[in-house]
Nanobody, 125 residues
């Protein structure tokens, strides 16, 4: 069983920064592809960023490219999402996700099998 627990959400002014954390537990967590998705009120859940099993490959949604950074330090079952230059439209519940393998021929290259409970990020304009 894989468990994902997010933290780090909160209220921030536009232009500010937040760092989200996702603590992962379960078997062979080091082999999973990890990612972040978000869902704003009245909208569908959308992809934000993903990182492969060893942290060497990352992929971002165009809307966050250059502002957000996903990372997973080695020897830690934790994934981070550093969010800079936040905009009002970044307001959403952010979900951590884990998938079995990097799907090279798909966009995004992650198909989650596991989800966290979500953490709220609110950006005031």
């Amino acid at each position: 069983q894989v468990q994902l627990v997010e933290s780090g959400g909160g209220l921030v002014q536009a232009g500010g920064s937040l760092r989200l954390s996702c603590a992962a537990s379960g078997r062979a967590m080091g082999t999973y592809v990890m990612g972040w998705f978000r869902q704003a009120p009245g909208k569908e859940r959308e992809f934000v960023a993903t990182i492969n099993w060893n942290g060497e490959i990352t992929y971002y949604a165009d809307s966050v490219k250059g502002r957000f950074t996903i990372s997973r330090p080695s020897a830690k079952n934790t994934v981070y999402l550093q969010m800079n230059s936040l905009k009002f439209e970044d307001t959403a519940v952010y979900y951590c996700a884990a998938g079995d393998y990097w799907q090279t021929d798909y966009d995004p290259p992650i198909s989650p099998n596991y989800w966290g409970q979500g953490t709220q990020v609110t950006v005031s304009s």
